[in-house]
């Protein structure tokens, strides 16, 4: 164990900040009301690419496994009857941060003992919210987005690795994200501070919906954004994916690298006699006309802290990832 006061050479941390230092306070708005369809409602059907090594999405059991002949405890992905799912919430709250960040929204934070600055301290007022909450919904108003939960596109098949178990940093430097590094396998003897998981490997696939309903151009702007999809800096008229998120555990370990690939989205018409004609045929199907439209609308995007995101989160798929406590 290393002693206090003597620190050892660390591996370079996987992750970046975003910083909230000289930011605005957000722009705060009344949100929209649900009683009418205004704006975009409809859905994005979306696959999910593993593109790190691993994704692991724990489901809070364990199960046994044969290791040198022993049984063996590791932590199960999650299952829903049967089946691996990444449950819709999860996905939700992944893209609700990346939103924060490139929106100048309230931070979120998930972990009590993190503190962020009073300038970001989460809306409380149900009336006057932030983008993200605008959005995504917080206490006294409900979102406008939701996601399916995901499942497997084939068969997916699980794998076990093993990692050093992680402690949760308290520092507070901004809005923290994971890179997508390589990692590092362990050897599989069972340690003191190490722990086995069930992870699905680099390639498997997952689809899901995603629901949105009155929101506007700006909104659909952020969001698409938000998937990690932008437009080609250079070349006009094409969507491109910008950098992949980070979804479920052991992220210090770079796991959970995904791509989002939009394979179908459909808007619901929302004059008149069309609604029902809309919600009975699911709507008009719609491409790369529509992802341009909207993101042709920057008016909700914090250009500065996108630019930054954009560049900090490029997959660095040939740098190592720390495998020991930092
Ligand atoms: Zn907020």
């Given at each position: 164990?290393?002693?206090?006061g003597?620190?050892q050479?660390?591996?370079p941390?996987?992750?970046f900040?975003?910083?909230?230092?000289?930011?605005s306070?957000?722009?705060k708005?009344?949100?929209?009301?649900?009683?009418?369809?205004?704006?975009?409602?409809?859905?994005?059907?979306?696959?999910?690419?593993?593109?790190?090594?691993?994704?692991y999405?724990?489901?809070?059991?364990?199960?046994?496994?044969?290791?040198?002949?022993?049984?063996?405890?590791?932590?199960?992905?999650?299952?829903?009857?049967?089946?691996?799912?990444?449950?819709?919430?999860?996905?939700?709250?992944?893209?609700?941060?990346?939103?924060?960040?490139?929106?100048?929204?309230?931070?979120?934070?998930?972990a009590?003992?993190?503190?962020?600055p009073?300038?970001?301290?989460?809306?409380?007022?149900?009336?006057?919210?932030?983008?993200?909450?605008r959005?995504?919904?917080?206490?006294?108003?409900?979102?406008?987005?939701?996601f399916?939960?995901?499942?497997?596109?084939g068969?997916?098949?699980?794998?076990t690795?093993?990692?050093?178990?992680?402690?949760?940093p308290?520092?507070?430097?901004?809005?923290?994200?994971?890179?997508?590094?390589?990692?590092?396998?362990?050897?599989?003897?069972?340690?003191?501070?190490?722990?086995?998981?069930?992870?699905?490997?680099?390639?498997?696939?997952?689809?899901?919906?995603?629901?949105?309903?009155?929101a506007?151009?700006?909104?659909?702007?952020?969001l698409?954004?938000?998937?990690?999809?932008?437009?080609?800096?250079?070349?006009?008229?094409?969507?491109?994916?910008?950098?992949?998120?980070k979804i479920?555990?052991?992220?210090?370990?770079?796991?959970?690298?995904?791509?989002?690939?939009?394979?179908k989205?459909?808007?619901?018409?929302?004059?008149?006699a069309?609604?029902?004609?809309?919600?009975?045929?699911g709507?008009?199907?719609?491409?790369?006309?529509?992802?341009?439209?909207?993101?042709?609308?920057?008016?909700?995007?914090?250009q500065?802290?996108?630019?930054?995101?954009?560049e900090k989160a490029?997959?660095?798929?040939?740098?190592?990832?720390p495998?020991?406590?930092?």
């Amino acid at each position: 164990m290393a002693k206090r006061g003597r620190r050892q050479p660390s591996e370079p941390k996987p992750f970046f900040w975003i910083s909230l230092q000289g930011k605005s306070k957000p722009q705060k708005d009344e949100p929209v009301p649900h009683d009418r369809f205004s704006g975009w409602s409809g859905r994005i059907e979306l696959e999910i690419e593993v593109c790190s090594d691993y994704l692991y999405v724990g489901s809070g059991n364990f199960d046994l496994f044969p290791l040198q002949g022993k049984d063996q405890a590791r932590y199960t992905f999650a299952r829903r009857n049967g089946h691996l799912v990444i449950p819709g919430t999860g996905i939700k709250g992944v893209v609700r941060s990346v939103v924060e960040a490139i929106s100048n929204s309230c931070v979120l934070l998930s972990a009590r003992e993190e503190r962020g600055p009073g300038s970001h301290r989460p809306c409380n007022d149900p009336d006057n919210l932030c983008p993200a909450c605008r959005l995504f919904g917080t206490t006294g108003y409900r979102g406008r987005v939701h996601f399916s939960d995901a499942v497997p596109v084939g068969n997916a098949e699980t794998t076990t690795i093993k990692i050093a178990d992680l402690w949760r940093p308290k520092r507070f430097e901004g809005r923290k994200f994971y890179q997508t590094k390589a990692f590092q396998p362990q050897d599989m003897r069972p340690q003191k501070n190490y722990r086995f998981l069930e992870v699905v490997p680099k390639g498997t696939r997952f689809r899901t919906t995603l629901f949105f309903e009155n929101a506007t151009t700006a909104e659909m702007g952020l969001l698409v954004r938000a998937l990690g999809l932008a437009l080609h800096m250079n070349k006009e008229g094409t969507v491109v994916y910008a950098f992949p998120l980070k979804i479920g555990g052991a992220k210090p370990r770079c796991l959970g690298s995904v791509y989002f690939h939009p394979k179908k989205i459909q808007v619901l018409s929302v004059t008149g006699a069309n609604l029902f004609q809309s919600l009975l045929t699911g709507g008009d199907y719609q491409g790369t006309k529509q992802m341009l439209e909207w993101l042709a609308d920057k008016s909700l995007v914090d250009q500065e802290a996108w630019a930054e995101f954009r560049e900090k989160a490029k997959p660095q798929t040939g740098v190592p990832c720390p495998k020991e406590v930092y």
